[in-house]
């Protein structure tokens, strides 16, 4: 069943989990939610790691620039002490929290709340992005979605990088990664 069209009781939340690669379409799917979310007077915040400070510190912004406001926060724990008002609550960047994200997402779904959670599943090397498959693992829904190879046009699950930095991700630099389908994935 569609997760979107379940509806939220008081005595059970529950995970959602918008996984894939770069230019997969994460963020814009994580704001589609919520957006729905709103339009149906559901009480709504958004959450992203303090690290990610790309484009705003206010906002989750999608790269087609849907934006929608995010509180960010330093610590995975914080999420808890802010979040208790929410019937929805979504986490954005997922993959660059502490791994107490695992932990605060089944206590936010046990406090009857609805948790949408978008990230990178897997890290430029093509291994899997912690904490994202502990998070995958204990969700209700997973969806995964798919850019579209540069190369051949192929449904594209990894994360090409094209620069030689050393930082795991190489934050908002579009330009240094591009979407590629296994067969041209070069990690
Ligand atoms: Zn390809």
């Not at 997922?94 to 959670?117: N, P, S």
């Amino acid at each position: 069943m569609e997760p979107h069209i379940l509806r939220r009781s008081a005595e059970s939340g529950w995970i959602e989990v918008v996984c894939g690669s770069m230019f997969s379409g994460k963020t814009e799917e994580l704001i589609r939610r919520l957006k729905r979310a709103r339009i149906a007077r559901q009480r709504v915040e958004i959450f992203k790691p303090g690290v990610d400070n790309r484009f705003s510190e206010e906002q989750v912004v999608s790269h087609d620039d849907r934006e929608i406001l995010s509180t960010p926060v330093a610590t995975a724990a914080q999420i808890l002490l802010l979040a208790s008002d929410a019937e929805v609550v979504g986490v954005d960047e997922a993959q660059f929290f502490d791994e107490d994200i695992v932990a605060v997402c089944e206590q936010l779904a046990r406090d009857g709340k609805r948790v949408i959670v978008a990230g990178l599943d897997q890290d430029f090397t093509g291994a899997p992005f912690e904490p994202m498959p502990q998070i995958m693992a204990v969700a209700e829904f997973v969806t995964k979605l798919h850019a579209i190879c540069m190369v051949c046009g192929a449904p594209a699950n990894h994360s090409q990088r094209l620069s030689q930095a050393d930082e795991l991700v190489v934050l908002g630099a579009m330009e240094a990664y591009e979407p590629r389908c296994r067969a041209h994935f070069k990690p």
